[in-house]
């Protein structure tokens, strides 16, 4: 990303784990990144706070490995060039929330670790720590491949999605496009 940032960027907030404890960062998607005189399409980009990379560049942040999975990358030192071209086996490009909850599996519940700034679920007054034990009325269970299925979490912008809450309460929530 060019010095000064990505100016028309939609922001968000997210959390990531390390081993320090919770990281608050910022999220955008933008097209504005280029590898090696390449653009890259649409890229997640993690934005530092004060500090790292923010010293140097107005909006910095770390681009993780599902980019550079995206492409081949020959290091030539001695000819002082990078080649890239792209990967015909990279995976798919990570999903986008569209619920802006950041969820947890919790004893056959959905734990709200991280509500997302701006998202559907802040607009809607949703907090950390509530818990969900079921979407449209099916309860919260693994699948037979042992994990949890929370794509609707994903889902096409406009879909209702009905959250019961381990307390008796029930809420909708209509997923949008929000970074």
């Not at 889902?155 to 809450?165: A, E, I, T, Y």
């Not at 809420?171 to 949008?176: G, I």
């Amino acid at each position: 990303m060019a010095p000064g940032g990505d100016r028309g960027a939609r922001v968000t907030s997210t959390i990531a784990f390390g081993a320090g404890g919770v990281v608050d960062a910022g999220l955008t998607v933008t097209d504005a990144v280029t590898l090696g005189g390449r653009a890259t399409g649409p890229i997640e980009l993690r934005i530092e706070g004060d500090g790292g990379f923010a010293r140097q560049v107005r909006i910095a942040g770390r681009v993780g490995t599902g980019l550079l999975l995206r492409y081949r990358v020959l290091l030539d030192p001695t000819a002082g060039q990078m080649v890239i071209a792209p990967n015909p086996e990279s995976p798919p490009p990570p999903l986008k929330s569209t619920s802006g909850l950041l969820l947890g599996y919790d004893r056959a519940r959905l734990r709200v670790l991280h509500v997302m700034a701006g998202g559907p679920a802040a607009r809607a007054g949703w907090k950390a720590d509530e818990l969900i034990c079921a979407v449209d009325g099916q309860p919260i269970a693994p699948t037979s491949g042992s994990t949890i299925d929370v794509r609707w979490g994903t889902d096409k912008p406009g879909r209702v999605v009905r959250l019961s809450l381990c307390d008796g309460t029930e809420r909708t929530l209509t997923l949008a496009n929000f970074y």
